[in-house]
């Protein structure tokens, strides 16, 4: 038997990421293997708390480096209680989001913040996937769906065009420094045609 493997998706808001991690747990599971779905920030009881306080309220409301704790925090909780245990158990584990995010939104958009951020990383958490999936969109049409869905979860998405546009340009600049763990997904497609790609890819 193969080690489990630890998958992420990743992404700008709206890009597609959960729709495909939901897509590929289950083409994993027509295999037969056992698979635990999760996303961040959350993915534990204690860090979905932690999300609430992170993705509702003002822009403002925190500051960077204050959010890039809470995020760490969050993450310490995913991997302690959901995200360890099931690798222990030999399940596969796609995530809705991992430490990329934080590396690109925390590390790269409000201040070159980065250091703190892979400082952090490597304090508290330690790990990184085997493979991640970073889906690639044009990012007005990514902001179009993801405020369509007016999930009460918007603090993100609050900051607007410019902000997406600098994200994607940072996720991309992760993919191509890592190319050993990251594939690089055209999501201007439709939901089959990415999931049908991601599946062969995997
Ligand atoms: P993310 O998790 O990256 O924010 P979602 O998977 O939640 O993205 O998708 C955002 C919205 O766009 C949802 O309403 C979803 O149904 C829709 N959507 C997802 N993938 C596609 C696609 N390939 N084409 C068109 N709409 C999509
Ligand atoms: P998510 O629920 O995946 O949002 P979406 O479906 O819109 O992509 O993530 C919530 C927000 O949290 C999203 O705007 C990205 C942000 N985020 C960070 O800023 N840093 C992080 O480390 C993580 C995991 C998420």
């Not at 998958?7 to 599971?29: M, P, V």
């Not at 995200?83 to 399940?91: D, Q, R, S, V």
Request: net charge negative; hydrophobic share 35%; charged share 30%.
């Amino acid at each position: 038997m193969t080690n489990p493997r630890f998958i992420t998706f990743e992404g700008i808001d709206g890009s597609g990421k959960s729709t495909q991690a939901r897509r590929f747990a289950e083409h994993l599971r027509g295999q037969g293997q056992d698979v635990v779905l999760t996303r961040e920030p959350g993915g534990s009881p204690g860090a979905e708390e932690i999300r609430q306080l992170l993705l509702t309220g003002d822009p403002d409301r925190w500051s960077p480096e204050t959010e890039i704790l809470l995020f760490t925090a969050a993450r310490r909780d995913h991997l302690e209680k959901t995200i360890e245990p099931a690798l222990t158990a030999g399940k596969t584990v796609v995530s809705d989001r991992f430490a990329d995010s934080t590396r690109v939104y925390q590390g790269a958009t409000r201040g070159d913040l980065r250091g703190m951020v892979d400082s952090l990383h490597s304090l508290m958490i330690g790990r990184e996937p085997d493979l991640t999936f970073i889906i690639d969109m044009d990012p007005a049409l990514a902001l179009e769906r993801g405020l369509a869905r007016k999930s009460g979860e918007d603090r993100f998405e609050d900051f607007g065009l410019a902000f997406q546009e600098t994200l994607r340009h940072g996720f991309l600049a992760l993919a191509k420094a890592n190319p050993d763990r990251c594939i690089l997904i055209d999501g201007n497609r439709t939901p089959d045609q990415i999931a049908s790609e991601i599946a062969g890819r995997a």
